[in-house]
């Protein structure tokens, strides 16, 4: 019974002499389950992930406007979905991307203490001005100087898209200043850098080129003289000549595959998402554009009727152009959407396989936008040239993703050239940007048409859908979870202009 | 600790023991459960003459002729008594927990005399928890306190307890009680590891008011247990309990026996394959061959099919086996019912033995037990066995007490199924009244149909879930505490305690692999059967983890004590610090096939190939506070108390993580205060009291105040990682709850005791709740934790004891005794206008628990059927069924509103019956398993219209713009289809229960043997009662599903039960009690 009684004396004497050290109760406070700090370098490649994520959700929304998919037959949809409907509900990825650009402004307030320092600082900046970019361009406003502020500001006011775009132009020239400026000591984000592999003058270049968009975006309201001195400023650093891809090292894992494969490709299983690459089908306008005009990046693009990425099936070995028949928006009455003739799903090179990297932008873009700059006479290039390198850059994306090589790529794009490209103009290059964006990147597509208004109604005609009265949507409606939890803002915002058919971002004429 | 004072009461009285007396009287004092009472102060009344009853119960004493006797002993009755010329005097004494003079131990461990206390508290006995000898404290406590409900929300072998006072508050956040085991604060679910037997107290303070001296942790109110120290009046005691249990279904849903397997298409089945219809020979299912339906399906889980008629064509279940013959058994149910017969008959036998002693200086007190149980569900077992020591130290002016406790919980239990992971209760339900699940080739696992050419496609054989599948849990309670005492001066006290209290828990659950015959997956019944969709060979699993929590604290109290004329002050000063350290690792490997558990049925995940899946979660928190206590008695008739307390915790970021809370009240006994009212018939006690507190509760997790990152989607590939921030915001602004409650109450002794009376009322409204809240996503977060929202609770609460027949001449006595509490609660603000909170619910309802502001809190939401303004059901003509409504709607709150009890105790000489029954109402449930015997067909619910077309009752139609009665569009189908498929077996409205129950919950029938035994010296005390438990629950007729008070977890989402929960038991059985 003592003993006991002399044990539990030590055990109350212990207790009592470990109480009251300093820290006692702030040492606590560090969790040690999830760490509530991190390295740059290790938030980067989700940021990146991310956007690889987001580039392809828009393929059975803005994939169907821009005439690069339809809905095959065998899925029974409703009329919206047939007629341009865009609703609060609509999907949209507001909050992902506002997501990943919380992430992004953490690195850039935390950079100070970053080994990274300057160059994952001028890398949060680029990506910033990114997704801010596809906010703008999609919603028109949106919160910019009060956001990401936490509880100190859980209702952030909208700011107007000029001004967003305004802003990120200049983080963009002082991403590029941070890169050409860093000091030797930084650290280079290396294999971190799942885009570029840490190599920083593709990053400038990048950001230049990104640039490039934001200013050519605008060229309904800009000046020549602004759009001139802005470039200008930057001019030295050139753009991209390669593509940018993104790849964190896919794997064929549940979860951890090509965001493209995993919803429309293979499970790990090596079955086929049936439900997803049988809901889309190839849109008949870019089908018949591809047809028309005998490109053969249609094979790699679409992939003919039957195919099954599970299977060998997936690319034709000597395909031909009578094995692809397109469905255009909202053709239900088509045989080929009854399912009773050809038609076509997702081609390899688009969606080569569950460890295909991810395009952000392609260099096919980046010339088409050099291309646009040089014609307007905002620089000195060689408008004509950049136009067909343009073409020629996608010709070599697909050819390569697709398994083909770049020399028949090239062989292929020259004859294409000779007999297709024509005289450099704007319907020109934003047509050939519509293709070469086929099934890639339809939300920048959508963009561009809403800017140019191309391609015309003679490629990309209306839904066929009967009865339809709606034209292709001019903006996303923000999205419900806006409406419910920052309703002062979204009231104001929605006050000047939430209509998708009517209401115009700014950039727009 | 009652008898300690008790004596101590007559040392006090008895500085002289009287002489020159007349005759000597003796007797025997037994106790409201017939025990006998020791330390029961026997004095002549008007002088200081008096004894105490030894360990026996027995007295004897010299008295004057004709004076009266008075007994008092602490928590029972005064009794009076005229002696005339009786030379022996038995008494039987009542129960009186409301004694003002009684003292017991409030928060903090600090004793208190009852008649100072302003706030509402009730304290429970030993005798009074151990009555029906419960296995547990909760099921001991059940029904004995105004305004605690204690749910037991499951019956299986270990079930959960969750403990309510005073009604839910906490939006978010815990709303049970705290539980404080000898001033240690323990997690709820050590409650069910306690020994009931070893507890001599626990008094229930019921409000924030009461247990404002615990800072964060009061709001929810305190039961403070407090353990044996040891007899303290001499001789060692050695007393031996057995009580035998025995446990039965007492009732299932009603089962129908008339239809047979089916799905109860009305035309044949599209996949049917031709060939076999309707050849005799090799049909496996039964076609009319009239109207071309297929009528009987013999591996159905379904049961839409035809009445059973005894037709020896169909007298077999499932199709056709490898070698073309049949699963034979005859076309009618089996009687008796086989889903009732699988419950078998389950039993707890405790044996608990105790060995005490000492005096009031020094004490010991040990005792052993072990609890032993065997469920209603075959194989299912568990086992409780727990030592306990403890005891009183006295070295002059210092004293000591101590104990220690070490008890293991073990249960192995059924698990779920491999195919849908659903329970045995479930699958049992899935099963046509024809199977017969206690034949040999169902149950016995080397039967070829123990799981391969499975009777049923479906669904799989219960008896190879019984086996197979198990989930082994072993929980290891480690409690000590000790306590200091310094007696420096006679004004100063100091007391020193440290506790603590380790529960380490382990679980391992495994399911092992299927093999299905090749034949089998071939799907030959062409019914896509659970082999074919599994194929050949169903993965086995394993699972294991570990969770270890302590909780430590010490406090270091003084105790100033002065009296100033007729002023009486008391002062405590305390610190105390608590730290709470949790620790989790889990480890499981689903998918392990034969090839990766490579040694059959060895169910270590050691021996696999392939990587495993867990995780570790670890946390500590510390709580440092400071506190004080002042009471202040005039004349021993008016007291003014108040408290005060900082708390600094670590759950909450520096610079705000100190916060005040303090309570205050007054308690003012009238009957001493006022002249007139003393010495008369009517009042023989009375007191008002009123309180005011202002208390908080920090509600979050640990590390919820800091933004933390997750591991990226879809991270890492291969070897790169990557991280981003959570979604969910951290707020690094929180502050704790803060609840103010206001109660009045008044105690009142009636007729000299006789009656006893005990009502308060009270208001409480707690704000600035922390719940999570969606936010802007340009936040970048999805949610935030807020402080935001106002919950108002307020209730009555009254207890009446009457001792309503008393006759100590032909020893009877009847003791009656009630408790009624009321409580209202009421949602009055949320988040920025928003009026609806999603608390939560069980996944695939259609419903779920609310807060709704202006409604009680926590309401059930679900969906109705259309209703026209009258409330009749609006049906579609087009088929006759009703249309499903399309928003959620509040049905009703999920908490009881009112909840009532009834304690008597009737004894008779040697015998005492003493009987419990409770009633709860107010409140409604969702019986899901309603829901789910629906789609099964196996309720009998589904045969009131005989499966036939109806016209659905009390229903309107629309015609023109109007809704006229239907009284001529009959449903399209009576069966499968109605009871599956329609707006009526898709809202959730058709299965929301009243969950107003009377329930018998306690009855035993004790004989003392003390007339038998009085000459055995070596024997002082035998007892033997039969005991039944939950012999009768009344409810509405409607609800024919289960018990109300199930719920399908112990969080705020109550009022909501499924098939996770057995049918309801009614145990019965006997205690042996003997004392050496």
Known sequence: ?509 | MRRFLALFAVLMLSGVLASAQDHSVKGHVTGPDGNSLPGITVQVKGSNTATATNSNGQFELTVPANSTLVFTGVGFSEESLKIGNRNVIDVSLSADTKRLNEVVVTALGIKRQARSLGYGSQNVASTELNVSKPVTIGEGLTGKVAGLQINTVDNGVDPGIRVVLRGYRHLNADNQALIVVDGIAVRSNFLSSLNPNDVASVNVLKGASAAALYGVDATNGVLVITTKKGAEHGKPVIEFNNTTMLERISYMPPLQEQFSMGSGETGPYAWAPPSFVPDQTKQYYYQNPYTGQIQYVPYENQNYGMEFNGDPNLGYIGGPLADSTFFKTPFKAITPDPRRAFFQTGYRIQNNLTYSGGDSKNSYFLSLQDVSTKGVVPHDQGRRTSIYLAGVKTFGKFSANYNLSYAQRYSNTVGGDYFQGTGVYWNLLNQGANVPLEDPRLNNPSSTFFNDNYYNAYYPNPWWQIYNSRVITKTNYFTGVLALNFQAFNWLNLTYRAGTQYTSFDNNNYTAAVNFSPYQVSDPWAASNTASTVGLHKNGSAGYTNANARNISQDIIATLHKTFGDLDATLILGNNITEKPYGNDYSSQTNVNSSQLFIDNFYNTDYRIGELTGSHYVETTRLVSGYGDLTLGYKNFLFAHGSFRRDYSSLLPKGHNAYNFWSTDLSWVFTDAIKSLQNQDLISYGKLRVAYSNTGDITIAPYNVQNVFDVGAGFPYGSQAGVGLDGSYRNPNLVPEKTVEKEVGLEMGLFHGRINLDADYYYSLTSGQTFPVSVSGTTGYTSAFVNSGDVVSQGFEIGINATVIQNNVSRFKWDLGGNFTWNGSNVQDLYQGSKDFNIGGYTGLTGSVHAVVGQPFPVLETVDVQRDPQGKVIIDPANGFPILGDTLQVVGQVSPKYMANINTTISWKNFSLNMQASYQGGNVFYAYVGSQLNFTGTSKFTTQNGRQNFIYPNSVYLDNGKYVDNNKYYTVDGNANFWTNSAFAQAGTSYIENAAFWKLRNVSLTYDFKDVIQNIHWLHGLTFSVIGKNLIMLRPSQNVWTDPEFSYTTANDQGITNYDQLPPTRQYGASLNIKF
């Open chain 1, 1 to 509: 019974m003592k003993r006991l009684l002399y044990i539990n004396l030590i055990f109350a004497t212990l207790l009592f002499s470990t109480g009251c050290k300093k820290g006692f109760l702030t040492d606590l406070a560090v969790n040690p389950n999830q760490p509530s700090q991190a390295p740059a370098s290790l938030i980067l490649p989700p940021i990146l992930t991310g956007y690889a994520t987001n580039i392809y959700f828009s393929s059975a929304t803005m994939g169907l406007w821009m005439g690069y998919n339809s809905i095959s037959g065998g899925y029974s949809v409703t009329n919206n979905t047939m007629t341009y409907y865009v609703s609060a509900a609509t999907p949209s990825n507001w909050d992902g991307i506002f997501g990943i650009l919380k992430n992004c402004a953490y690195i850039e307030s935390n950079s100070a203490s970053d080994p990274n320092g300057a160059y994952s600082e001028a890398v949060a900046k680029i990506l910033k001005a990114y997704g801010y970019q596809i906010i703008v361009d999609g919603y028109g406003t949106a919160p910019y100087s009060e956001a990401f502020q936490g509880s100190a500001n859980f209702f952030p006011k909208y700011d107007d898209g000029q001004s967003i775009y305004d802003s990120s132009i200049v983080q963009l020239d002082n991403a590029i200043n941070l890169i050409t400026n860093a000091p030797a000591t930084v650290t280079n984000l290396g294999n971190n850098d799942i885009m570029f592999g840490g190599d920083m003058t593709l990053w400038a270049q990048f950001a230049n080129t990104l640039k490039l968009r934001f200013i050519i975006r605008q060229s309904n309201i800009i000046s020549a003289s602004d759009a001139q001195a802005e470039i200008a400023k930057t001019a030295s650093i050139g753009y991209l000549t390669e593509d940018a891809l993104i790849n964190p090292g896919y794997l064929n894992t549940a979860g951890k595959q090509n965001p493209y494969w995993t919803s429309y490709g293979v499970d790990p299983g090596g079955s086929l998402y049936s439900d997803g690459y049988n809901y889309l089908r190839g849109g008949g306008a870019a089908v018949d554009f591809f047809k028309s005009k005998n490109d053969p990046r249609l094979f790699f693009a679409y992939a003919p009727d039957n195919s099954d990425p599970s299977t060998s099936d997936f690319s034709k070995v000597d395909p031909v152009f009578g094995d692809y028949d397109g469905v255009y928006y909202g053709d239900r009455d088509a045989a080929s959407a009854q399912g009773t003739k050809g038609t076509v799903g997702i081609g390899h090179g688009v969606m080569p396989g569950f460890n295909a990297s991810v395009p952000l932008m392609t260099a096919a873009e980046s010339y088409f936008l050099q291309a646009e700059a040089a014609f307007r006479g905002w620089t000195s290039g060689d408008a004509q040239s950049l136009y067909e390198s343009g073409i020629t850059a996608s010709f070599e994306y697909l050819y390569t993703a697709g398994g083909d090589n770049v020399a028949d790529a090239d062989a292929d794009a020259a004859t294409y050239i000779a007999a297709n490209a024509g005289t450099v103009s704007i319907q020109n290059i934003i047509v050939q940007k519509w293709a070469a964006l086929a099934d890639m990147n339809p939300f920048e597509a959508w963009t561009e048409y809403r800017r140019t208004g191309y391609p015309n109604a003679t490629i990309l005609p209306l839904t066929k859908f009967p009865g339809n009265s709606r034209a292709i949507p001019t903006k996303l409606m923000y999205p419900t979870s806006e409406q419910n939890t920052n309703q002062d803002n979204y009231k104001a915002a929605v006050a000047k202009g939430n209509d998708p058919q009517s209401t115009k971002v700014f950039w727009m004429k």
